[in-house]
């Protein structure tokens, strides 16, 4: 039986590295569940979680991405009191900090769809008719993740993305700038994409955004594209 219930929790200003534990504390637990749901007739239905939060200025390299994309030296980073991880999910190197809804779906595939593709194109999905509540155009730009605004002609990213999964199950997520100071990313080559700009929901509608407004509405636009419910 698929539980299609999310646990929404929100952890509000968080250290990268005690949102990193705690994600994996969730990941790990799920998939303890699955294995022991193989050895019983009784199997317990495996939880979701959506956890929303802003972490303190940081710099995340993925798995895949190269050391070369960050632009600063070690005591530089230290001298602008920004962090810097590398971490197990997929994808280049991002930033994150204050003013931007950090995403961390925690799903049991297996409840909804076991395909990644599906999941990271719900993910864009979500973004997208997030971004049409205010008025703008989210797009996909082939061969790159995240969503995209005007990718026709000036293609600028606003929300970067890069998740890990293991035996179905997800973690890491999306970072969608709202509010955020784009200068930090300058210090780094985002994604690892040299010739696309980076932007945020408030560049765009030339206002500062009520963030609390813009979490609402991805959440209603996740029960939706998953089909899920929010408790």
Known sequence: MKNKQIIFQH???IDYQKGW???TQLFDAIIA???KNRDTLNPVPTPNYLLFCQHPHVFTLGKSGSIENLLL???????KH???YKINRGGDITYHGFGQIVGYPILDLDNFSTDIHWYMRSLEEVIIRTLADFGLQGERLEG??????DTGNNPRKICAMGVKTSRWVTMHGFAFNINTDLHFFDYIVPCGIRDKAVTSLSKELG???DISEVEKNILRHFETVFEAKMI
């Open 11 to 13: 952890l509000g200003i």
């Open 21 to 23: 534990d705690y994600q």
């Open 33 to 35: 569940q699955k294995v």
């Open 73 to 79: 030296s070690e005591t530089e980073l230290k001298a």
């Open 82 to 84: 920004i962090d810097f």
């Open 144 to 149: 790159f993740t995240g969503v995209w605004l």
């Open 207 to 209: 206002k500062e955004m």
